[in-house]
């Protein structure tokens, strides 16, 4: 293997999510299409090598121009590699730590193999655990289903109930998709009053196939369908009946942010509102999706493969083996400098001249496939509901922002909307007539409910 040239420039921080059980899982989650790239590496055990496993943790850090350090686990399903894989990775890492370095570990798991020896392991060593979570069980198992077809919900809620049991950190990753895209409140709810959840993330599915491959591409990408299926890749410009619809998806966010600004600033924390508010106080990207450029989040396969994105696991974006060459080299490729840059320069003019662009900038690329009003290539598929999300938390985000500079708490913002709900419902009480729906909400007719008298 090459030594790192010492002539080499640090480049910025990057991150790597890294996948030591390959495309392999446990579930056959009906819209995951990296179940596919199975078929890139033909005979493979999928099972990352000891000696290639100590090989990345001392690239991992020897790359890393920061004092803080997170390694990220996933797959497929990383648990699927064993408890004592992970008990390596702890020891490499105090191996090769640089002196005054903090070392974090974080595990994306669908919860189906966590026990209390997991559990324990986790919290013993400080691991942050992300755990998959589509709502409550009509909605989580319309997709996400085992080997068998059966939904996974309640071996998943065994695993959270156990993540609990043993104060380990986690937040919880909800897909969006077709089946839960019109029961926001429904999953929020679910997540904050039931699981007592305080992050989340909410992640849309969207499933790019050409004309050709969309009817097997709706029946399930795990499914074999009596032969070989394709390897997904990033193309075509139809989606499948999972995804969930762009409108849908902005009226999603809208919902929940509307119940969040109101009961839960500063008690639920929302990856996608959380971003949104840095955006506002002219912060970098919080989050790869919403930088101007990208190519700082990459992916290793189980065998030391290196991509430009873990969503662009695809010959094209092989930037090489860190058994061949070291990491740093790679990343600093002029083929991954372009991948970063070809964001920001094929961005369409109608996102150049967006009022949100600066919280959006074209999102990711690998929902860049939809045409401008204009016919000009390079639009996000979701760009209508980023649109209508980001304009609507406007004002909000705002007078979060403002709070923020005056070293206040952004949760102020809270009785402040109170007081202008109260105000517009006083309103529309002294505007109702009394056969109106009652303005609270109640289903009752005014008369019978706020507008009774004596």
């Not at 009509?138 to 156990?162: I, P, T």
């Not at 979701?382 to 980001?390: E, I, S, T, W």
Request: glycine share 8%; charged share 20%.
């Amino acid at each position: 293997m090459t030594e790192l040239p010492a002539a080499l420039a640090p480049i910025r921080a990057f991150h790597i999510m890294t996948k030591p059980s390959g495309a392999i899982c446990n579930l056959d989650c009906k819209y995951c299409y990296f179940l596919s790239k199975e078929m890139m590496y033909p005979g493979s055990r999928f099972r990352m090598a000891d000696a290639l496993l100590e090989t990345f943790i001392k690239q991992y850090i020897e790359a890393q121009q920061v004092p803080e350090v997170t390694f990220a686990w996933q797959g497929g399903e990383p648990t699927l590699m064993g408890l004592d894989f992970f008990k390596r990775v702890i020891h490499y890492q105090q191996k090769h730590a640089k002196p005054g370095m903090a070392i974090h570990n974080a595990l994306q798991t669908n919860g189906m193999l966590l026990d209390d020896d997991w559990c324990q392991f986790f919290k013993k060593r400080n691991f942050l655990i992300g755990i998959s979570i589509d709502g409550p069980q009509e909605l989580h198992d319309a997709y996400r289903v085992n080997k068998g077809g059966a939904g996974s919900f309640k071996q998943v809620m065994r695993g959270w109930q156990l993540l609990v049991a043993h104060g380990v950190e986690f937040n919880v990753l909800c897909t969006v998709h077709a089946a839960n895209q019109d029961q926001p409140l429904k999953v929020y709810r679910f997540f904050r009053d039931e699981l007592k959840t305080q992050f989340i993330q909410f992640i849309p599915i969207i499933e790019r196939a050409t004309t050709q491959l969309l009817p097997l591409a709706n029946i399930g990408w795990s499914e074999r369908d009596g032969g070989e299926r394709p390897l997904y890749t990033q193309s075509g410009t139809l989606v499948t009946k999972r995804s969930v619809n762009a409108q849908k998806y902005g009226d999603f966010l809208m919902a929940i942010f509307d119940e969040w600004v109101r009961h839960d600033v500063g008690q639920v924390y929302v990856q996608m509102f959380d971003v949104a508010l840095g955006a506002w106080l002219g912060q970098p990207g919080g989050l790869c999706i919403f930088a101007p450029t990208c190519g700082t989040a990459l992916a290793l396969e189980h065998n030391g493969d290196l991509f430009s994105c873990d969503h662009f696991v695809e010959p094209e974006y092989l930037l090489g083996n860190i058994q061949n060459d070291h990491m740093l080299e790679l990343v600093a490729s002029d083929q991954q400098r372009q991948f970063g840059r070809d964001k920001m320069e094929t961005l369409p003019r109608y996102c150049r001249e967006c009022e949100v662009r600066f919280a959006c900038h074209g999102g990711c690329p690998k929902n860049r496939f939809s045409q401008t009003p204009e016919g000009e290539p390079g639009l996000n598929y979701l760009c209508v509901g980023y649109k209508a999300f980001f304009n609507h938390v406007d004002r909000p985000m705002k007078i979060m922002g403002n709070l923020l500079r005056q070293r206040r708490a952004p949760a102020e913002i809270m009785s402040l909307m109170a007081a202008e709900d109260e105000k517009e419902r006083q309103a529309a009480f002294a505007q109702a007539s009394r056969n109106d729906p009652c303005p609270c909400g109640s289903g009752k007719k005014f008369k019978l409910c706020h507008g009774r008298t004596g």
